[in-house]
């Protein structure tokens, strides 16, 4: 069975600064990963996605993530956070079928 | 760019009445599917559907839902029977191809239910 971690419900940065998003994952097949935001009021837009290919992928709005085997994790990043990018962020595992299955969400706040 | 869209964006019911929530997927798009969120947890999977019947359902998606496709453009959600704990965001989202492919969401239809 599949299922996604999210670690943190909530994170603060202040702009500029390193965001980190954790997201551990367990999958019985090769995983493909997705992370998508929510914005307030919004419906949920896909960031990135990993499909086997390579293991950094990169995203809109200057987000990537990496896909570490290993470590069955599959953290977003993104160097300088700025204040747009203040959301809901969802990982999410697509199982052997076409369900997605998600995390729990992190919230990201951004401190001028 | 194409979009799901949702309709409506909120709806108030009362506790028993049947509510159909409206959804138009992407035009070229041929699997569809239902989520919902209750305030404060994650994401659920509802149901899949492709070629006009369900190709999967969660155990949350008992006897009192189902899903149509009346025409070639809307795909809806028939809860016939609402329940207090049935109030949550529910997502409508389609894709392009089969397992794996991209799920674009649409906005969601806030639903609660007094």
């Known amino acids: 069975a599949q299922s996604v971690t999210q670690l943190g419900s909530h994170v603060s940065v202040s702009e500029g600064a390193l965001v980190l998003l954790r997201c551990n994952y367990s999958?019985?097949?090769?995983?493909?990963l997705f992370w998508y935001v929510q914005y307030p009021n919004q419906g949920l837009q896909l960031l990135l996605k990993y499909t086997s290919a390579a293991t950094l992928v990169k995203g809109i709005n200057g987000f990537e993530a990496e896909f570490k085997k290993s470590e069955t994790s599959f953290h977003l990043t993104k160097p300088s956070a700025h204040m747009s990018d203040a959301a809901e962020y969802f990982c999410?595992?697509?199982?052997?079928?076409?369900?997605?299955?998600f995390g729990t969400g992190t919230r990201l706040q951004v401190f001028p | 760019e194409p979009e799901v869209t949702q309709t409506p964006s909120h709806q108030v019911t009362q506790m028993g009445q049947e509510v159909i929530l409206r959804c138009v997927p992407i035009?070229?798009?041929?699997?569809f599917y239902w989520y919902r969120q209750i305030l404060g947890q994650k994401v659920e999977f509802l149901v899949s559907?492709?070629?006009?019947?369900?190709?999967?359902k969660s155990e949350i998606f008992d006897d009192q839902f189902s899903v149509e496709r009346p025409d070639g453009s809307n795909f809806t959600l028939k809860i016939r029977s609402t329940k207090l704990e049935d109030s949550a965001m529910y997502f409508c989202a389609s894709s392009p191809g089969t397992v794996r492919e991209t799920q674009y969401f649409g906005p969601g239809t806030r639903l609660l239910v007094l």
């Open positions: 035009s070229n798009h041929l699997y």
């Open positions: 999410a595992v697509s199982s052997n079928t076409d369900k997605l299955i």
């Open positions: 999958s019985s097949v090769p995983p493909y």
């Open positions: 559907f492709y070629n006009n019947e369900i190709s999967e």
